[in-house]
């Protein structure tokens, strides 16, 4: 009963608050006293709302282990159904809404989908239980552990977990991982593939100019789409090679992975002229553009359409060059996610024909 006052109340951090400021005296000096006790009790507040939904996530682990384990020494499933129901009622009469029947099953799901603590523990920490909540849904373990993963590293809202969910980011992720399978040097998780560029606000025909300007338009979307940390550099870079003009679309620097990222937007499907375009510009930001302490600039080809067998014989992640499609609107929930999943089987069985060995001669 202790702790699950703990975890639901926050009256003391209140009370102390409108004490503070019933008794201090507005004056100047005091008002930066004010200031001073006003900051350590925010603090204070932060750390037990944090310690409290640390305490508030292991509990429900720990719950959902219990009864999932209580329900298996039974070996009976009528009698799971019915001792949760009746549990669920017991429980949310003497302790609240908090212990209604799905959240119960929620629980149980969470023991169940992550038995390790080792895992949970940390997670629990770092984020909520509604950001557990929107992960329990999936298949997926690798999913799951992605997108807690990317809340944490970004510090996501339920809501912003729930887009990212919504928008396929892991398969996008593992798409665009297959293509740079054997680059040490880029992290998985670094591309997508394809960009969805739906918030550019871009309908019907439009040229290559007119999407360069929407990105420049709304930078922090199209930012926030492409991989956070990056730093806009230069719009139509320019690099003078055998005394002629050569204009790059897109100029970034990756902070996470201290590198320029050069970026070419194509209208059209992807042609293999495309590459060697990009890595004449690679090889001059890396001769004239890179700093000492900076790792090889590479690139980022955004095209209406790709090539995928191209792109796979091409083999153009060991020159640094990750080409992928970009989508300016979103076809309905049902066929996005049956294209995402088509492109993903597809890339996965490339990926696997390509490392069969050669068939041995008889």
Not at 74 to 94: E, F, M, N, P, W
């Amino acid at each position: 009963m202790k702790l699950i006052e703990y975890i639901f109340s926050c009256d003391m951090i209140h009370f102390s608050e409108a004490i503070v400021r019933k008794h201090m005296k507005l004056s100047e000096s005091s008002q930066n006293l004010l200031m001073r006790i006003s900051a350590l009790i925010e603090q204070a507040r932060g750390t037990v709302f944090s310690h409290a939904n640390t305490t508030k996530t292991l509990l429900f682990w720990h719950i959902g282990k219990v009864i999932n384990e209580d329900v298996l020494e039974k070996d009976r499933a009528d009698y799971g159904k019915q001792i949760v129901a009746t549990l669920a009622t017991q429980l949310q009469h003497s302790y609240g809404r908090s212990f209604e029947h799905r959240n119960l099953l929620r629980m149980m799901q969470f023991a169940r989908q992550f038995p390790n603590f080792e895992i949970v523990s940390p997670v629990a920490t770092q984020l909520s239980w509604a950001h557990i909540v929107e992960v329990l849904p999936l298949k997926n373990t690798e999913a799951k552990l992605f997108y807690l993963s990317e809340a944490a590293k970004h510090r996501l809202g339920k809501r912003d977990l729930h887009k990212l969910i919504e928008r396929k980011a892991f398969e996008r992720a593992d798409i665009a991982n297959i293509q740079i399978a054997e680059r040490q040097d880029i992290p998985f998780g670094t591309f997508k593939d394809p960009y969805l560029l739906d918030v550019l606000g871009l309908h019907g025909a439009f040229l290559e100019a007119d999407l360069e300007a929407a990105i420049l338009n709304d930078l922090e979307a199209f930012i926030l789409e492409v991989g956070k940390g990056l730093a806009f550099v230069e719009r139509q870079k320019r690099m003078i090679i055998d005394g002629k003009d050569f204009n790059l679309d897109l100029l970034f620097f990756s902070r996470p992975l201290r590198r320029l990222l050069a970026i070419e937007l194509k209208l059209g499907q992807f042609h293999a002229r495309d590459k060697g375009q990009m890595e004449l510009y690679l090889k001059w930001l890396d001769r004239y553009e890179r700093q000492g302490d900076e790792e090889a600039p590479i690139g980022l080809i955004l095209c209406a359409e790709t090539s995928r067998e191209q792109i796979e014989l091409l083999d153009m992640s060991k020159d640094g060059i990750m080409v992928a499609e970009y989508w300016t609107a979103l076809p309905p929930k049902e066929e996005f996610e049956q294209k995402i999943r088509s492109i993903l089987q597809e890339a996965r069985e490339r990926a696997s024909l390509a490392q069969l060995p050669e068939p041995v001669e008889e």
